[in-house]
């Protein structure tokens, strides 16, 4: 089946600091892949996705390279401010079928 | 803004009753897909109506029930609950009905069973 591995969490950074999560994923077919963030009291919403081998997605400053032989898709960001803190998960679908998320990585920026 | 609308923001009951969760899908989306968030297991996907049918079902107990209405709204209903349904429970909604998305997220309601 289809499955994603993210970075346990919590994750704390300073201002300014360099973010990297992980994410890696396991597919039976040829999958598109996804963050999304979930900020306080509100929904998921789209981040960023890519949908094919060496695409890379971003938004918002955050990045990340869909890389095939590695089955992973890292997200990154070279400056994370106070108002990125916020739960990210990774996802991916195959063809037509569902998302499949993974657990969510709770991101805390500090002053 | 998403353009979903879930209500009520914020539930409170016993061990035992039944509830209902209402989900407004964004305007133009046929496909709507339930969530439940707790904190030791995350997302976890429950079931999808497309346009009405049922498309796709994950891990939703036989407590649970939901149904997607000609206006394209769906409702969730929770039955017999248990201290352990206390979670946060998201709709979700797309154009399509494959759920490779982008999906559109309410807000959440929030059980708690006491």
């Known amino acids: 089946g289809n499955s994603v591995t993210q970075m346990e969490g919590p994750v704390t950074l300073s201002e300014e600091a360099f973010l990297t999560i992980n994410c890696t994923y396991t597919a039976t077919g040829y999958p598109s892949l996804f963050w999304y963030v979930q900020y306080p009291g509100e929904g998921l919403q789209l981040l960023l996705k890519?949908?094919?081998?060496?695409d890379k997605g971003s938004n918002k400053g955050f990045e990340a390279t869909y890389r095939k032989e590695t089955t992973s898709f890292h997200l990154e960001k070279g400056s994370v401010q106070v108002s990125d803190s916020a739960v990210y998960f990774c996802a991916l679908a195959v063809g037509n079928e569902k998302l499949t998320f993974g657990t969510g990585t709770r991101l805390t920026i500090i002053p | 803004d998403s353009g979903v609308t879930q209500t009520p923001k914020h539930l409170i009951t016993a061990t035992g009753q039944r509830v209902t969760l209402r989900c407004s899908p964004r305007?133009?989306?046929?496909?709507v897909y339930w969530y439940q968030q707790s904190l030791d297991q995350g997302l976890q996907f429950l079931i999808q109506y497309y346009n009405g049918e049922e498309r796709a079902k994950g891990n939703i107990l036989e407590r649970f029930s939901a149904q997607q209405f000609p206006d394209l709204h769906s409702e969730l209903n929770l039955s017999s609950l248990e201290l352990g349904d206390s979670a946060l429970y998201f709709c979700a909604s797309s154009v399509a009905g494959g759920g490779s998305g982008p999906l559109h997220f309410g807000n959440g309601t929030r059980l708690t069973v006491t």
């Open positions: 890519a949908t094919k081998a060496d």
């Open positions: 305007s133009g989306d046929l496909s």
